[in-house]
C-alpha cells in the first residue's frame, strides 16, 4: 500500500498588501517562491461590514479591492505560475470571483457557501 501523500501550501495575503498593488505583487511572488500551492486574499465591501470608520478599521477600508484590483492580482498570480484564491464576503465580490475564475481557469470548480 503506497501511504505517500503530498502536502500543498495555501498562503493567506488577506489585507496585508493594504490596497498598494506593488506590494500585493511582492507578497504574491513571495508566496509563490516559497512554494504556495495558493495564494489567497479577501474581498469585501467595507461600508457592508463597518457602521462607523476609525482608525481600528483603516487598513480593512485601504485594502478593500476594486474588481480591476482583482483581475490583476489573478494576472499577477497566473504569469508567476501560482493560482489565486478570494474569500468573498459579499455577493457582489462573490459574482466577481465566479467571473474571473471561470474566465482564467475554467478547469477549476468553485465552492460557495450556499
Given at each position: 500500500?503506497?501511504?505517500?501523500r503530498?502536502?500543498?501550501?495555501?498562503?493567506?495575503v488577506?489585507?496585508n498588501?493594504?490596497?498598494n498593488?506593488?506590494?500585493a505583487?511582492y507578497l504574491?511572488?513571495?508566496?509563490?517562491?516559497?512554494?504556495?500551492?495558493?495564494?489567497?486574499?479577501?474581498?469585501?465591501?467595507?461600508?457592508?461590514l463597518f457602521?462607523?470608520?476609525d482608525e481600528?478599521?483603516?487598513?480593512?477600508?485601504?485594502?478593500?479591492?476594486t474588481k480591476?484590483q482583482?483581475e490583476y492580482?489573478?494576472?499577477?498570480?497566473?504569469n508567476?505560475?501560482?493560482?489565486?484564491?478570494f474569500?468573498a464576503?459579499?455577493?457582489?465580490?462573490?459574482g466577481?470571483?465566479?467571473?474571473?475564475?471561470?474566465?482564467?481557469?475554467p478547469?477549476?470548480?468553485i465552492?460557495?457557501?450556499?
Amino acid at each position: 500500500m503506497n501511504t505517500k501523500r503530498e502536502i500543498y501550501s495555501l498562503f493567506e495575503v488577506g489585507q496585508n498588501h493594504c490596497g498598494n498593488m506593488g506590494m500585493a505583487k511582492y507578497l504574491i511572488s513571495e508566496c509563490i517562491k516559497h512554494g504556495a500551492w495558493r495564494v489567497k486574499f479577501q474581498v469585501y465591501d467595507s461600508s457592508k461590514l463597518f457602521d462607523i470608520f476609525d482608525e481600528e478599521n483603516t487598513n480593512t477600508v485601504q485594502a478593500e479591492l476594486t474588481k480591476s484590483q482583482m483581475e490583476y492580482l489573478v494576472y499577477v498570480t497566473k504569469n508567476l505560475g501560482g493560482v489565486p484564491l478570494f474569500s468573498a464576503f459579499d455577493e457582489v465580490r462573490l459574482g466577481w470571483v465566479m467571473e474571473m475564475m471561470t474566465k482564467y481557469y475554467p478547469e477549476l470548480s468553485i465552492v460557495t457557501g450556499k
